[in-house]
């Protein structure tokens, strides 16, 4: 597969260059293999003492009651066009360490790692995953029945991009701008904090 760089400063994997975030979706249907797929490259990721703290709920639109109890988890901005992907899913991190029973302070970083490991794959495969913010925690604890010690920390559409002009409005304009990333410069520093390492600068 070769994709278009898309402004990148340097030579990467075409599953990063071309994995994004879209909000109009197709209706083909993610298959139950091709999703497994996806959910084993999250399995695979690293984490602290290999805790692998992640846990996904799945909802597939095939399954009407499943699908709507998670979409109604979802603010109702993202509401308006997740409910047209055929997969949602949410994440939650185990908090605490099973070997000590310790509060596990990198569980949040590990179930990113997951989510990211899980979201390249699926580039890999032609099949996009965007994560979102925009839902209810507490409502999604309740619904669900997840216990003290285990936090949802985000949620995600996943499925076939559509073309922009499917959607309408504020979200067409969203779909169609250009993606932009800050300067490596910006945040790659060496030798002190704010300095940027050489082999980034204007990058």
Same mark, same amino acid.
């Given at each position: 597969? $070769?994709?278009?760089r898309?402004?990148? @400063?340097? #030579?990467? %994997?075409d599953?990063?260059?071309? *994995?994004?975030?879209? *909000?109009?979706?197709?209706?083909?249907?993610?298959s139950d293999?091709? /999703?497994?797929?996806?959910?084993? @490259?999250g399995?695979?990721? !690293?984490?602290?003492?290999?805790?692998?703290?992640?846990?996904?709920?799945?909802?597939?639109?095939?399954?009407?009651?499943d699908?709507k109890?998670?979409? &109604?988890?979802?603010?109702?901005f993202?509401?308006?066009?997740?409910? %047209?992907a055929?997969?949602?899913m949410?994440?939650?991190?185990?908090?605490?360490?099973?070997?000590?029973?310790?509060?596990?302070? +990198?569980?949040? +970083? &590990?179930?990113?790692?997951?989510?990211?490991?899980? $979201?390249?794959?699926?580039?890999?495969?032609?099949?996009?995953? +965007? #994560?979102?913010?925009?839902? &209810? $925690?507490?409502?999604?604890?309740?619904?669900? +029945?997840?216990?003290?010690?285990?936090? !949802?920390?985000a949620?995600?559409?996943?499925g076939?991009?559509a073309? @922009?002009?499917?959607?309408?409005g504020?979200?067409?304009?969203?779909?169609?701008?250009v993606?932009? *990333?800050? /300067?490596?410069s910006?945040?790659?520093?060496?030798?002190?904090?704010?300095?940027?390492?050489?082999?980034?600068?204007?990058?």
């Open positions: 597969m $070769s994709v278009e898309k402004g990148t @400063a340097f #030579q990467i %994997h599953p990063i260059a071309l *994995r994004w975030s879209p *909000r109009a979706f197709t209706d083909k249907t993610v293999e091709d /999703l497994a797929v996806i959910l084993e @490259a399995r695979w990721a !690293p984490s602290c003492f290999n805790e692998q703290p992640w846990f996904f709920m799945v909802a597939k639109r095939e399954a009407p009651q699908f109890k998670m979409l &109604d988890c979802l603010v109702e993202n509401q308006y066009w997740a409910k %047209h055929p997969v949602l949410i994440s939650v991190a185990k908090t605490f360490f099973e070997r000590n029973q310790k509060d596990n302070r +990198h569980a949040e +970083h &590990d179930v990113g790692l997951a989510a990211g490991t899980l $979201s390249v794959q699926a580039a890999a495969m032609g099949i996009m995953a +965007h #994560q979102m913010a925009g839902f &209810d $925690s507490e409502k999604t604890r309740a619904v669900y +029945h997840i216990p003290e010690g285990y936090k !949802p920390m949620a995600f559409a996943i076939y991009a073309p @922009a002009d499917t959607l309408e504020e979200l067409k304009e969203r779909e169609k701008a993606r932009e *990333r800050k /300067l490596l910006s945040f790659v520093y060496s030798g002190d904090w704010g300095k940027s390492w050489a082999i980034v600068n204007g990058k």
